[in-house]
């Protein structure tokens, strides 16, 4: 089993940033793939980015590219994503979620485990 702990939403204006973490227990961090998925009011999860367990491979959604970064410490047993230039269509839950696959996925439904969720809200 993996626990996963999401910190870091908030409200913020348009244009602002924030930076969400997620902490990691109960499996070897470092053999786990790690993602970010939203959910906006009245919408389906919605892949976000995800890091390979090195931190050297990365995909995000298309629409994010530019303006949000995934990373992680595998010291710390910690993934971030930092979200520059928000726009009021980010608001949403933001989840952590873990595969153990050895693949990186944009399918939502691929990841095993997932974190409670974070707040984020960006006023226009």
């Known amino acids: 089993q993996v626990q996963l702990v999401e910190s870091g939403g908030g409200l913020v204006q348009a244009g602002g940033s924030l930076r969400l973490s997620c902490a990691a227990s109960?499996?070897?961090?470092?053999?786990?793939?790690m993602a970010w998925v939203r959910q906006a009011p009245g919408k389906e999860r919605e892949f976000v980015a995800t890091?390979?367990?090195?931190?050297?491979?990365?995909y995000y959604a298309d629409s994010l590219k530019g303006r949000f970064t995934i990373s992680r410490d595998n010291a710390k047993n910690t993934v971030y994503l930092q979200m520059n230039s928000l726009k009021p269509e980010d608001t949403a839950v933001y989840y952590c979620?873990?595969?153990?696959?050895?693949?990186?996925?944009?399918?939502?439904?691929?990841?095993?485990?997932w974190g409670q969720g974070t707040q984020v809200t960006i006023s226009s």
């Open positions: 979620a873990a595969s153990s696959k050895t693949f990186l996925t944009i399918v939502v439904a691929t990841y095993d485990y």
């Open positions: 109960g499996r070897t961090f470092s053999n786990l793939v």
């Open positions: 890091i390979n367990w090195s931190g050297g491979r990365t």
